[in-house]
Antibody
Framework: QVQLQESGPGLVKPLQTLSLTCTVSGGSISSGDYFWSWIRQPPGKGLEWIGNIYYRGSIYYNPSLKSRVTISVDTSKNQFSLKVSSVTAADTAVYYC??????????????WGQGTLVTVSS | SYKLTQPPSVSVSPGQTASITCSGDKLGDKYASWYQQKPGQSPVLVIYQDTKRPSGIPERFSGSNSGNTATLTISGTQAMDEADYFCQAWDSSTLVVFGGGTKLTVL
């Protein structure tokens, strides 16, 4: 079955850019049935959706993060990526990638990667 | 922006029924999904489209959604069900929104 694995630096300095990659195995990222997402969770807190990307290029961002976030896909590597610019301590979180599925008026996320903790600190 | 509200905590005795609510404006006109997250683990989808269970999720997990409230029900709750539970919905303005989460304690 499909598995997702996040990778990237665990420590980022304030005001720099956070960059993460999610590698998809056991299935093709080019499957039109799904989209690919980033979701984060600050330590001890709830889940915050960051954005979705469809392999054909449609991208949707959380309005509250849109100005600082870029999501892209590399179908040749079966990967998708996240960049968050001008990070602050408030961006410290476990970052998850997930596969999304949609139907009329709804979407859901399954499965999720194991998550990677990114700490913003000098 | 659209918001979903969950109680911070719910307690249940083993073998009893646990109900976790998720409230939002006219949530019944939308669809709700539910995720289970155990300590140190990633969230796992347990209910989608209000009532559907993914393969591998026990039948004791069920969902409903009406009015302003979606409910996740766990029948015959087991110790292994102790976890945080998050609801999630799609909204045309906010797109994806999660509830704040509910800690289910089985005692």
């Amino acid at each position: 079955q499909v598995q997702l694995q996040e990778s990237g630096p665990g420590l980022v300095k304030p005001l720099q850019t956070l960059s993460l990659t999610c590698t998809v195995s056991g299935g093709s990222i080019s499957s039109g049935d799904y989209f690919w997402s980033w979701i984060r969770q600050p330590p001890g807190k709830g889940l915050e959706w960051i954005g979705n990307i469809y392999y054909r290029g449609s991208i949707y961002y959380n309005p509250s993060l849109k100005s600082r976030v870029t999501i892209s896909v590399d179908t040749s590597k079966n990967q998708f990526s996240l960049k968050v610019s001008s990070v602050t301590a408030a961006d410290t979180a476990v970052y998850y990638c997930a596969r999304g599925e949609a139907a009329t008026g709804t979407n859901w996320f399954d499965p999720w990667g194991q998550g990677t903790l990114v700490t913003v600190s000098s | 922006s659209y918001k979903l509200t969950q109680p911070p905590s719910v307690s249940v005795s083993p073998g009893q029924t646990a109900s976790i609510t998720c409230s939002g404006d006219k949530l019944g006109d939308k669809y709700a999904s539910w995720y289970q997250q155990k300590p140190g683990q990633s969230p796992v989808l347990v209910i989608y489209q209000d009532t559907k269970r993914p393969s591998g999720i026990p039948e004791r997990f069920s969902g409903s959604n009406s009015g302003n409230t979606a409910t996740l029900t766990i029948s015959g709750t087991q110790a292994m069900d102790e976890a945080d539970y998050f609801c999630q919905a799609w909204d045309s303005s906010t797109l994806v929104v999660f509830g704040g989460g509910t800690k289910l304690t089985v005692l």
